[in-house]
């Protein structure tokens, strides 16, 4: 029988997977894909635990539902950022892009 | 219909709104704005009003306005029979006291302004009628003495009137602070200051035991300490003995003002707040409460009345037959006549709204105030007569003018439940109808002892002169010409107004209502008297001839006197010897209040500056020697231990940063790869706990 | 096995995977294709869940608009490929660390921590049960989610503007 915890095992591993990507990715687009994929995991959490958990208000589809819309948000503004960025630095490259050191 | 009731206050105080930004510019079309928004209040009340006769129920709209823990205060308003025909009552007169200002303050330089102030005053009353609770009452009760305040001293140039407008500002004020503390004791005991709940809530506490709050050595039920505390506002507010002083002084204010606020509405306002709370006041231990309302009315109506007869300007006389007539109103509220009271609230707006416009009239035709230099106006100014008579035959108390069924049934109940405030009553319903006679006599009748030149009023400021007036509207001295009747502008009200003062009384006529009894005593009733098994005494044809009797007398005396000057006024000032000055300086109240108060506080200034010179000076400039004394020491600590220690701050700060510089890449994965690391130690950290 | 535990391995299967190519694929074009079977995988499991409202947001949004959003930026950046360019930056151990252990730690609380037995049935149709929740309770974060959209569709045209 399929438990909540075999789902949470599969979302705790995209994440492990996503936030692999962020941290060793040099392209920014694709440490955005990172980032969806922790989105992902942190949703088939939400999801997961209301059939399992509480299932009566249907709460975990709700939040499940905001964080698509802001990860579409996300991602609008977080390509939108890595056009301009190359538009002026010529490069996608995140680790070329250090303006932020002191 | 009820639930727009919450419009009624807001036309007004739009046209406030309006003329306070854009009066100036409005200049003489001003009024339209005002007036405008009057009709439309006065419709809407009316239609609200008249639902509520129809039989519509009670309407109670509320909102959660301030929530503290489970302590919610609520902000609305309600529309009852007593709410309902009061604002029926102040839209109607207030409507046309706003067309006589028209004619009344034309020309005057602050047109606009005068407009402004009377529509905010107008929706503070309102707001304050239709509240569902204490606290918005309170509200609304302090616009309408803000705008009392500001309408009295409108002739901010005139001295008097600046006095006048503090002693009625900080008069009050004695009052309504009382009231305040006693708005907290409400919300103290209740939690709430909603005027239902807490009614209710007082309703169920009366049949407990009542409890008691220890004032020193006695001990004092806390709803009686309750009630009178919220009856010093009505005190202050209404002009109820000892406070009452400050009520003739406002009639420095235009008269449409006297009229308006200091006789038909924001006096009114007390009595209605005693009305509106009379479950606070009923369910007393032996309604002891309502006792002192009927003793602190029946003191007032008595003093105010015999007051009036020594005096000679035209309204200060109807100034203290003002307070003579809301010191009946509380006598009837507190003799457990709920409605006679309330009764005599209504028919009285229309009365002495009347003979104050009608005393603006003469006072606009002769220009003086003084009653003594009047004389023979009614064959120059017949309307002004007429409308005059009316209002007062209702006030004197003649069948069967309003004043007469109102005042019946306030003796009425007197007569049957307090003897004592009874007889006290009917000898002032006698000097009421003695020095409202005295006032016609010498005002109307006799020959015109007008001055012949007069002087220039001392006090006119230049830009009304440059407005074209020699005196302030309805204050100068003026002659040269025979007094004329004013502009229709100003008469017609009149005329509206002496049609209600004379059939404003007849809902009171027996008959009118269900059950034999009166129309006013079906609409407007106090619920608790039911419970209480007390029933309103029936109508009495003896008292009704005796009241009628009292009135008669009265006029019949002055006229014997000032009319056909059989018997010389000076005679009877004679006899009566120093009873006449003793009247004649209010009894010299405010001469008291002067030097307890004034002087006092004067002298307490005084002793203060003393002690401020020679104590807190010295005090002061020994502080400051030690404070420079302490600084010098200071300074060297300072340079040598502060800045040491800022110093060592600064440069280990230095340091430490050229150590830490490398740490910070600027690139972000670095940094997310410690956050991750740091939720990896978080997790650890916290099975480790588990 | 029934075919409900064994439609979730497949899908569990398919989510990784392609997990695994997104993160793991030298060209950037074949890690943004490989995010659809990972999402695709996702929005099954969801069909498992009972969830039906969220598989179809999750098909619209994630595999329908923003896959292609990512691809298009691709596109527009870095050339097709990208092949000729060191994908991968320094701190590959350490990352491989640190994920790992996150993964081994967040499975071992997995493991400790009893769930107890399952609790009630769902609501019968949750679309509407979903509709009711977001529009009556959760109207705030409904509303507030609406803003933030327009926030950022209006954030999005002004930072990817060309300047003239």
Redesign the interface.
């Known amino acids: 029988?399929?438990?909540?915890?075999?789902?949470?095992?599969?979302s705790?591993?995209?994440?492990?997977?996503?936030?692999?990507?962020?941290?060793?990715?040099?392209?920014a687009?694709?440490?955005?894909?990172?980032i969806?994929?922790m989105l992902?995991a942190a949703?088939?959490n939400f999801?997961?635990f209301?059939?399992?958990?509480?299932?009566?208000?249907?709460?975990g589809?709700?939040a499940?539902?905001?964080v698509?819309?802001?990860?579409?948000?996300?991602?609008?503004?977080g390509?939108?950022?890595?056009?301009?960025a190359?538009?002026h630095l010529e490069t996608?490259?995140?680790?070329q892009v250090?303006?932020?050191?002191? | 219909m009820a639930r727009l009731a919450w419009l009624i206050p807001l036309f007004p105080l739009v046209s406030y709104g309006v003329l306070a930004f854009r009066g100036r510019q409005l200049g003489e079309r001003a009024p339209y704005v005002a007036i405008g928004a009057m009709a439309l209040s006065f419709l809407l009340a009316w239609a609200v009003f008249l639902e509520q006769v129809g039989g519509a129920s009670p309407f109670v709209w509320r909102a959660a306005w301030a929530v503290g823990g489970d302590r919610v205060i609520t902000v609305g308003y309600t529309v009852d029979p007593l709410s309902s025909i009061t604002v029926a009552m102040i839209t109607l007169v207030g409507g046309l006291i706003f067309v006589y200002s028209v004619g009344y303050m034309r020309g005057d330089p602050y047109y606009g302004r005068f407009f402004a102030f009377l529509s905010l005053f107008c929706a503070g009353m309102l707001t304050m009628v239709l509240a569902n609770s204490f606290l918005l009452m309170l509200i609304g009760w302090e616009v309408i003495g803000l705008c009392s305040y500001l309408l009295i001293g409108f002739y901010f140039r005139r001295q008097a009137a600046n006095m006048a407008q503090m002693k009625a500002f900080l008069t009050t004020r004695v009052g309504d602070t009382l009231m305040l503390v006693g708005i907290m004791a409400v919300f103290w005991q209740f939690g709430t200051v909603d005027y239902h709940t807490v009614f209710e809530a007082v309703r169920e506490r009366a049949r407990e035991a009542s409890a008691v709050v220890r004032l020193g050595a006695w001990e004092v039920p806390w709803a009686t300490l309750t009630a009178l505390l919220i009856f010093g506002g009505p005190i202050g507010k209404s002009g109820q003995f000892p406070l009452h002083v400050w009520l003739p002084d406002a009639m420095e204010g235009p008269t449409p003002v006297s009229a308006l606020i200091h006789a038909a509405t924001m006096v009114a306002a007390g009595v209605y707040l005693v009305g509106r709370a009379y479950p606070l006041f009923f369910f007393t231990p032996h309604h002891e409460a309502l006792a002192a309302v009927a003793w602190v009315g029946t003191l007032t109506a008595l003093v105010a009345a015999l007051i009036a007869v020594a005096q000679d300007d035209i309204k200060r006389i109807l100034a203290y037959s003002t307070i003579s007539q809301l010191g009946f109103m509380m006598a009837g509220l507190g003799v457990l006549g709920y409605t006679a009271g309330l009764f005599h609230l209504l028919t009285h707006a229309f009365f002495k709204a009347l003979l104050f416009l009608a005393a603006g009239s003469v006072i606009h035709a002769v220009h003086t105030n003084n009653i003594k230099e009047m004389g023979g106006l009614w064959r120059s100014m017949p309307v002004t007569f007429w409308t005059f008579l009316a209002g007062f035959l209702a006030l004197a108390g003649v069948f069967p003018f309003s004043g007469f069924w109102s005042k019946d049934e306030i003796l009425l109940e007197a007569y049957h439940h307090n003897p004592a405030v009874y007889t006290l009553l009917t000898a002032a319903a006698f000097l009421t109808a003695l020095y409202m006679s005295r006032l016609v006599a010498y005002a109307f009748f006799g020959r015109y002892r007008g001055p012949q030149h007069p002087e220039p009023d001392p006090w006119l400021p230049e830009d009304y002169a440059r407005a074209g007036l020699h005196h302030f509207p309805g204050h100068g001295h003026h002659g040269g010409h025979e007094p004329h009747e004013s502009p229709p502008v100003m008469t017609v009200p009149l005329v509206v107004l002496a049609a209600f003062a004379l059939a404003a009384g007849f809902v009171g006529i027996p008959g009118t209502g269900p059950e034999g009894g009166s129309w006013i005593h079906h609409f407007l009733k106090f619920e608790g008297f039911k419970e209480a098994g007390i029933h309103a005494p029936s109508f009495s044809w003896l008292l009704a001839l005796r009241s009628l009797g009292v009135a008669v007398a009265g006029i019949a005396v002055a006229w014997v006197v000032y009319g056909l000057r059989w018997v010389a006024s000076e005679q009877i000032r004679a006899w009566v010897g120093p009873l006449y000055p003793f009247l004649r300086n209010r009894m010299y109240i405010d001469a008291a209040y002067a030097w307890v108060f004034v002087r006092g506080g004067l002298g307490l200034a005084a002793a203060l500056r003393w002690v401020d010179v020679h104590v807190v000076d010295g005090l002061v400039n020994l502080v400051g020697w030690v404070t420079v004394l302490v600084s010098r020491l200071h300074r060297l600590f300072d340079t040598y231990v502060v800045d040491g220690l800022v110093n060592l701050v600064g440069w280990s700060t230095r340091g430490l940063g050229l150590v830490l510089?490398p740490l910070?890449?600027?690139?972000?994965?670095n940094y997310?790869?410690v956050a991750?690391a740091g939720v990896a130690v978080l997790v650890v950290v916290s099975l480790w706990r588990l | 096995m029934n075919a409900?535990?064994l439609a979730?391995y497949a899908l569990?299967a398919m989510?990784?995977v392609g997990?695994?190519l997104?993160?793991q694929s030298r060209n950037?074009v074949h890690?943004?294709v490989s995010?659809v079977p990972?999402?695709l995988g996702?929005a099954g499991?969801?069909v498992?869940?009972?969830?039906e409202?969220?598989t179809a947001?999750?098909i619209l949004?994630?595999v329908g608009?923003?896959t292609v959003?990512?691809l298009f930026?691709?596109l527009?950046?870095?050339g097709a490929t990208?092949l000729r360019?060191?994908?991968?930056?320094e701190?590959?151990p350490?990352?491989?660390l640190?994920?790992?252990g996150?993964?081994v730690l967040?499975?071992g609380v997995?493991?400790r921590v009893p769930?107890g037995p399952?609790?009630?049935?769902?609501?019968p149709y949750?679309p509407g049960?979903?509709g009711r929740?977001?529009l009556m309770?959760?109207v705030l974060?409904?509303e507030v989610?609406s803003l933030?959209?327009l926030?950022?569709?209006v954030?999005?045209?002004v930072?990817?503007r060309?300047e003239k």
């Open positions: 029988m399929i438990g909540l915890s075999h789902y949470l095992v599969v705790t591993l995209l994440f492990a997977l996503g936030l692999y990507g962020v941290l060793t990715r040099r392209n687009v694709a440490i955005l894909m990172g969806e994929l992902n949703n088939v999801v997961a209301t059939k399992f958990v509480d299932p009566t208000f249907v709460r589809h709700v499940a539902l905001v698509i819309t802001l990860a579409a948000c996300e991602a609008v503004v390509l939108a950022l890595v056009i301009n190359y538009r996608v490259n995140v680790d250090d303006l932020m050191k002191g | 510089r910070q890449t600027g690139r972000a994965y997310i790869l991750a | 409900e535990a979730f569990a989510v990784l997990g695994v997104v993160v950037l890690a943004a995010l990972t999402l996702v499991l969801y498992l869940l009972h969830a409202f969220v947001i999750q949004i994630y608009a923003i959003l990512i930026v691709i527009l950046t870095e990208g360019v060191r994908q991968r930056n701190q590959v350490l990352a491989l640190v994920c790992g996150l993964a967040l499975l997995l493991g769930w399952p609790a009630g049935p769902m609501p949750n049960a979903v929740s977001l309770p959760y974060a409904f989610a933030v959209i926030a950022s569709l954030g999005a045209i930072i990817a060309r």
